[in-house]
């Protein structure tokens, strides 16, 4: 069993590419307690936080 109670997708702030986000629900606000990026990166979990505070927003203009 993983530590993270709830896996949603990110993309991955080293590399772009999909990344699981583990959050534990035990941590006041749900804080990130797993990222695991599909390509392997080494994202350190302040990395992966101050990426997830910050939204994408909507759907960029492209
Ligand atoms: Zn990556």
Do not use: I, K, N
Request: overall charge positive.
């Amino acid at each position: 069993m993983s530590a993270s109670d709830r896996v949603t997708w990110t993309a991955c702030p080293r590399c772009g590419g999909r990344a699981a986000v583990g959050w534990s629900p035990e941590v006041a606000g749900e804080a990130v307690v797993e990222f695991d990026c599909t390509g392997g990166c080494p994202v350190p979990l302040d990395l992966a936080r101050a990426h997830l505070r910050r939204p994408p927003g909507p759907a960029g203009p492209r």
